[in-house]
């Protein structure tokens, strides 16, 4: 015979949640039960609060002409809620009074629970009741109760899917023996309340629009209800996703963005945004007016489609120009936030040097970042890929390379004897199938002389031989008619030495605007040039090298 001295709410009986309780496939569905004299062992009295009579307060999100609007509106509303609401437990020997978000939200021990859920019976009892509060008893100012709802409730249920409840009815304190439970919420939480109630029993929910789930996956979080949790962000997964909602999910309060139970929503939005934005020079007006959240969105994928990362730093601080236009507010965002955003190691020392002039950032994180960006240039080419595959699994990305517009260089720049720089880009061999049959490939600018250069690689039509060949070029960038005369090597890795092979010299007197190099580079078809066997491959990547130097 069951033990008549069993603690009801004893973590090795109650029936708990499966997200701390992996063995459990599925919860039962009690749905039977809600609001039934005959499965309960407990009152709990809803008392709903008027909402704050600001005037701007939204008081009825249903009104609301898009999600957009609805998100404002909800997002400053729930943060004064959230201020409002405090623990407020008295010491009334009938009921225990309870706001709706403050319980003490330690861990439950939940090891050899047992799976029964034990339902006690109470005699019937009207389900909503009018208050009785003396209005003179009220500030003017303040929320006074409207309406009571008193419910049947069973507490083994309540207690299984939320540690709130679980610590409310088992706490030790007269308060948890007491039959009647009293929580104060405002007005405007009452259909989302009794949604969350409703599926603690039943698993699932009437409602199916993104303002009503928003509502009832925030009343999930205030009562710990982490299945309701999954749940809500399940279903507005599967809702079509707009550059509105996907901002609203990601500037949710820090308390829900932190549940594990959100994250694959937020992932969802996060990209939603980036594959909206990828082209980030297309859109670039548009991402300029996104808050925050969606900035980082974007500015933290892999596909973003960007000239350079040197384009990002620009934007960055546009960005951060405009909408923080107070010095010390913007050093704190790109500090903490949009400097992650930015991956240092893949710009231009040129720009670095800006990076470390700008006023803009903190002096020492500023020196930090570019000293990190410098140290990783130097690195050997397979250290570089050590670290990126070490980034590739964190939430930093920072070694991990866009594919830019522009492919990123290595520079070494000599002043002695002569004004001289050597300059190494690399070229994956899908990078190079892709010039097929007619494409070509720039890198990001470099500077001789205090004049910008380029390379670009091209797949070209061999004039002699009639077959498509790789081709590179050295070209200058147009500014004004100034004119250097340039001698110029390239090279290419070779095995089997794997060294670096001279393929072409030559020189030439560049006018802003022009370029010049070899069209058949190796001097073979394209087909033996990206062939498995290709000797200019070393892990699939093809590494090429230009010497220049100004002739005197």
């Not at 809500?232 to 309060?253: D, K």
């Not at 670039?284 to 808050?291: A, H, I, S």
């Not at 964190?394 to 070694?399: E, G, I, N, Q």
Request: hydrophobic residues 35%; charged residues 25%; negative net charge.
């Amino acid at each position: 015979m069951k033990d008549q001295n069993l603690d009801l709410f004893d973590p090795r009986t109650a029936v708990m949640d499966p997200e701390y309780s992996p063995t459990r496939a599925r919860d039962p569905d009690f749905g039977f039960a809600f609001n039934d004299s005959n499965f309960s062992d407990r009152l709990l009295q809803i008392e709903i609060m008027s909402d704050s009579l600001d005037p701007q307060s939204d008081s009825d999100s249903c009104h609301f002409q898009s999600l957009a609007d609805w998100a404002r509106n909800r997002k400053r509303r729930r943060e004064d809620i959230k201020k409002e609401m405090a623990l407020d437990i008295t010491a009334c020997p009938e009921e225990q009074v309870i706001s709706c978000n403050q319980i003490d939200t330690e861990d439950v021990e939940n090891e050899n629970q047992d799976e029964s859920v034990v339902a006690m019976i109470e005699e019937p009892h009207s389900g909503d009741e009018a208050t009785n509060a003396d209005d003179s008893s009220w500030n003017f100012d303040s929320p006074r109760v409207v309406k009571v709802k008193t419910l049947h409730i069973s507490s083994p249920i309540l207690a299984a899917k939320s540690p709130f409840f679980y610590k409310l009815f088992s706490n030790g304190m007269r308060e948890s023996e007491q039959r009647q439970v009293t929580l104060r919420i405002n007005a405007s939480e009452e259909a989302a309340l009794m949604e969350l109630l409703n599926f603690m029993y039943s698993n699932t929910l009437t409602t199916n629009t993104a303002p009503a789930l928003l509502d009832v996956l925030m009343a999930a979080d205030k009562f710990e209800v982490a299945s309701c949790m999954r749940y809500c962000s399940r279903q507005l997964r599967n809702l079509p996703m707009t550059p509105e909602s996907a901002l609203l999910y990601l500037e949710l309060p820090s308390s829900v963005l932190m549940a594990e139970a959100v994250q694959p929503l937020t992932d969802a939005a996060e990209q939603f945004l980036a594959a909206r934005y990828k082209d980030l020079t297309k859109f670039q007006e548009e991402v300029m007016k996104l808050p925050l959240a969606g900035v980082e969105a974007i500015l933290s994928s892999d596909d973003l489609q960007v000239a350079s990362e040197d384009a990002v730093y620009d934007f960055v601080l546009k960005w951060t120009r405009t909408q923080y236009p107070q010095l010390e507010e913007r050093r704190e965002i790109l500090g903490s936030r949009l400097g992650r955003c930015i991956r240092f190691p893949f710009m231009s020392c040129r720009k670095l040097r800006k990076v470390l002039a700008s006023n803009d950032f903190d002096h020492e994180f500023a020196s930090k970042l570019v000293l990190e960006a410098l140290f990783y240039k130097a690195e050997a080419p397979h250290r570089q890929r050590n670290q990126a595959a070490e980034e590739s699994s964190s939430t930093s990305r920072r070694f991990v390379e866009r594919a830019y517009k522009y492919r990123p260089v290595k520079v070494v720049d000599f002043e002695f004897p002569r004004q001289q720089c050597v300059v190494y880009l690399d070229l994956k061999r899908e990078e190079c199938a892709n010039l097929f049959p007619s494409g070509r490939v720039y890198s990001q600018a470099f500077h001789l002389g205090g004049q910008g250069f380029f390379l670009s690689a091209h797949c070209n039509m061999d004039q002699q031989s009639s077959f498509h060949c790789f081709g590179l070029f050295l070209g200058m960038q147009e500014k004004g008619s100034v004119t250097f005369a340039v001698d110029y090597e390239f090279a290419a890795r070779t095995k089997p030495g794997e060294e670096y092979v001279s393929k072409y010299k030559g020189n030439y007197t560049f006018t802003g605007g022009k370029a010049v190099g070899y069209r058949n580079l190796f001097a073979i078809p394209w087909t033996s040039f990206i062939a498995e066997d290709s000797p200019y491959f070393t892990n699939g990547t093809l590494h090429l090298r230009a010497e220049l130097t100004i002739r005197n």
